[in-house]
């Protein structure tokens, strides 16, 4: 270099004025700090080169690799977990036969009839022995249980909404939470998910994180949805990978991890919906899908949280609207 170029570098570094010189240099020096509060080059001022494509990022953290994220991501889904040991069914609002005794489809003595007949067999929701008994059609129950949360009633035998489901969302949860896309907006910005017996908030949830749009619930009648559900069914028949004995969180998050590997993941997200957690792994170009089938007895034992880090709040399905599991019988 010559002599007016040091002195130009010079003057530079005594202004404090480095950076300026070559910023593209210096961003490809430095590395986005790893989010494991273990991770081996915390604390390294020129930590090993990983390449651009290197590390996952989970929750909009990153983390240089599946071992700094595992004991995090344990701790994650034994959050998750917890939804289906702790939550109770929610009685607050009011019950679907009383509405529809208000709204003068019923009589007390056909809801007693029903309700008796319900106990005797000891399985069965309420609607499901009304409609044995022949007092009630599908558009009124619906009609009913649209009323009990507030929702409006989507027509789904007139208007079927054809799909390919593809990577929108795993067709075993739509199956689970009794649910199908009724409409979706042609950005793909808003989607209404049509309930045949019951609102899953945590499905709601679930797609409104996984897909980055917003969610509407509305209520169809459920031949309608079943009959959407088994056409999907024929058409899609490709299944996710899904484990219906992993309770463990900490094996979990080995499967996981094993998987993040094997598709070279460039980013991970968990969520809870219905009977599931939902695992979404995203590439270059596509996404891929695991599930964990959970039921609500499973037990587990809690794994300790990672050294020095921050506690993990309350999982948001279990904050929106107060409701975990709005399953309530019909």
């Not at 106990?119 to 059609?137: D, F, S, T, Y």
């Not at 910005?189 to 897909?211: I, P």
Request: aromatic share 8%.
């Amino acid at each position: 270099m010559s002599s007016t170029g040091m002195a130009t570098l010079a003057e530079e570094l005594t202004a404090g004025r480095a950076w300026s010189l070559r910023p593209a240099k210096w961003r490809e020096l430095m590395l986005p700090l790893c989010a494991g509060t273990d991770c081996p080059r915390r604390g390294k001022l020129w930590p090993p080169r990983l390449g651009k494509n290197s590390g996952l990022i989970f929750e909009s953290r990153w983390y240089c690799s599946v071992a700094c994220l595992q004991g995090l991501l344990t701790f994650r889904l034994h959050d998750l977990l917890s939804g289906f040991t702790l939550e109770r069914s929610r009685t607050y609002r009011v019950p679907i036969g009383l509405l529809l005794v208000n709204r003068g489809i019923i009589s007390y003595d056909q809801l007693r009839e029903a309700l008796r007949r319900q106990r005797a067999a000891g399985h069965g929701r309420l609607g499901e022995w009304l409609r044995q008994m022949n007092v009630i059609v599908d558009q009124q129950l619906t009609g009913a249980l649209g009323q009990q949360w507030g929702c409006p009633v989507f027509p789904l035998e007139r208007q079927p909404f054809h799909f390919a489901n593809g990577n929108l969302v795993p067709l075993a949860l739509f199956e689970s939470a009794c649910a199908v896309p009724a409409h979706i907006s042609q950005d793909g910005r808003t989607v209404h998910l049509a309930f045949g017996d019951r609102l899953d908030f945590t499905t709601l949830y679930a797609v409104e994180r996984m897909l980055h749009c917003r969610t509407i619930a509305c209520v169809a009648t459920e031949s309608s949805v079943r009959q959407l559900l088994g056409d999907l069914r024929r058409t899609d028949p490709a299944l996710d990978p899904t484990f219906d004995t992993v309770h463990d969180p900490a094996e979990m998050a080995r499967i996981v991890c094993s998987y993040s590997v094997e598709l070279r993941a460039t980013a991970v997200n968990a969520v809870r919906a219905a009977d599931f957690i939902w695992v979404r792994f995203h590439r270059k170009d596509s996404v891929r899908d695991l599930l964990f089938r959970i039921l609500p007895e499973t037990s587990h034992r809690t794994p300790a949280p990672p050294a020095a880090a921050k506690p993990i709040p309350t999982s948001a399905d279990r904050r929106k609207d107060g409701v975990s599991d709005a399953a309530t019988p019909l």
